[in-house]
């Protein structure tokens, strides 16, 4: 399993997001942004999951980073 990073427009959507993955038995939990990264609400939902992509709705989604043992690298990203 890979531990991945959302980033969202809103902290609704943030919270959306928790929800979902929780209905599908993903762990989640929001917490703020990491500094190395940006966001427009500065809340992020750290998961654990074999995909970044758990089916989500992707207008919701502002950018998914995987986390390593580096830093961040970028899955997807909504610009």
Not at 11 to 28: G, M, N, P, S
């Amino acid at each position: 399993m890979t531990r991945f990073i959302a980033t969202f427009y809103s902290q609704y959507d943030a919270v959306q997001f928790q929800k979902f993955a929780r209905k599908h038995h993903i762990e989640c939990k929001l917490a703020p942004v990491p500094r190395a990264l940006s966001s427009s609400c500065g809340t992020c939902a750290h998961y654990t999951s074999d995909t970044w992509d758990i089916g989500f709705v992707k207008k919701d989604l502002e950018a998914i980073y995987e986390a390593t043992k580096d830093g961040y690298m970028t899955i997807f990203s909504d610009e």
